[in-house]
């Protein structure tokens, strides 16, 4: 008789792969943040994607704008694994960029891994894009006029992109670069890479000499690799590491600008640091901005610092250089 199923990965204890390849993942999160709801910003969920049950949330300034409303994509972090626009930091975050940048804010779920390995996270958030693209060619699609004509700026999209977003966004910017996806009348104008969750075989230095946050390690981040790179992929896929052995080249690629955006205490810096570096060398157009003593998710945790203001300011200012 053959042994019981064990635990093989353990996340926090809300997700456990066990060793027969079942899954339990909890609900309960208890998150102790508090939602905003100050009546500045107005959101609304909608379905863009009916085979896989995804969602995403839309979030408009209640204040009436002179000219159209620019679309800022907010993918959210979790490590692959986790998280939602429902989840409370992540709607903070896009009401508080809805709020003072004066735009559209779209954050699309995506399929969380281990049930559905990468690259369904991408996939879900080309299928996002393609949504709005519906949206710029046919009008009102169960908005119930919502965003009435003259509302959005179709010409005027950016994608940003958290943590493990972040790591989507770089893979969004790869495929529209390489123009396998098509969204006309659409046109992305730029991205916003905030810590990108990248990694690779060999180690940085802030990963070999900071390995430990106040929350977040290095062991944690290993933890989330196994459970979302493709079965049998090693630490330098191309989905883990953008310059690894088999990665796609990005010298002869039409990469939009891009804003990198890191923590100098992060274990990640050096990494996101390192990419932002060999993109520029590739001639690519890149604005990296480190922060001083700030750790992984010092922006999204913290909407309303005075670190997260400087954030949206240099958001703000990367927009608008990018939107001409």
């Keep these: 008789m053959g042994s019981l199923?064990?635990?093989?990965?353990?996340?926090?204890?809300?997700?456990?792969?066990?060793s027969d390849g079942s899954i339990s993942r909890s609900t309960n999160i208890n998150f102790n943040i508090p939602i905003i709801d100050d009546g500045s910003v107005l959101w609304k969920d909608y379905v863009f994607d009916k085979h896989h049950n995804l969602h995403l949330r839309l979030y408009k300034p209640t204040l009436a704008s002179l000219t159209k409303l620019p679309v800022l994509y907010y993918i959210h972090a979790g490590g692959f694994c986790f998280g939602s626009r429902t989840f409370p930091?992540?709607?903070?975050?896009?009401?508080?960029?809805?709020?003072?940048?004066?735009?559209?804010?779209?954050?699309?779920?995506?399929?969380?891994?281990?049930?559905?390995?990468?690259?369904?996270?991408?996939?879900?958030?080309?299928?996002?894009?393609?949504?709005?693209?519906?949206?710029?060619?046919?009008?009102?699609?169960?908005?119930?006029?919502?965003?009435?004509?003259?509302?959005?700026?179709?010409?005027?999209?950016?994608?940003?992109?958290?943590?493990?977003?972040?790591?989507?966004?770089?893979?969004?910017?790869?495929?529209?670069?390489?123009?396998?996806?098509?969204?006309?009348?659409?046109?992305?104008?730029?991205?916003?890479l905030l810590s990108p969750f990248f990694?690779?075989?060999?180690?940085?230095?802030?990963?070999?000499?900071?390995?430990?946050?106040?929350?977040w390690n290095l062991d944690m981040y290993n933890r989330f690799w196994r459970l979302s790179l493709p079965i049998g992929g090693t630490k330098d896929h191309p989905l883990m590491n953008p310059f690894g052995p088999s990665s796609p080249k990005l010298a002869d690629l039409n990469l939009n600008p891009m804003l990198v955006v890191v923590g100098s205490d992060e274990i990640l810096k050096d990494r996101v640091e390192d990419y932002a570096k060999k993109l520029k060398e590739l001639g690519k157009k890149i604005e990296y901005v480190e922060f001083e003593g700030k750790q992984h998710g010092f922006f999204t945790d913290h909407p309303f610092s005075e670190v997260a203001e400087r954030v949206i300011q240099i958001i703000e200012d990367f927009m608008a250089e990018n939107s001409d």
């Design 89 to 192: 930091n992540f709607h903070n975050i896009c009401h508080r960029l809805a709020s003072e940048l004066g735009v559209l804010v779209v954050a699309p779920d995506y399929r969380l891994a281990p049930e559905h390995r990468l690259p369904a996270a991408i996939d879900d958030t080309i299928s996002s894009l393609k949504w709005l693209q519906t949206l710029a060619m046919h009008g009102d699609i169960g908005c119930d006029t919502w965003l009435g004509d003259g509302v959005v700026d179709f010409d005027r999209v950016f994608v940003m992109g958290d943590s493990s977003g972040g790591n989507v966004a770089h893979h969004v910017a790869l495929r529209l670069g390489m123009g396998l996806v098509e969204l006309e009348p659409v046109r992305v104008r730029g991205y916003v």
């Design 5 to 18: 199923p064990h635990v093989v990965e353990d996340c926090f204890g809300l997700l456990k792969l066990y």
């Design 199 to 215: 990694g690779g075989s060999v180690k940085t230095r802030s990963e070999e000499e900071r390995p430990c946050e106040v929350f």
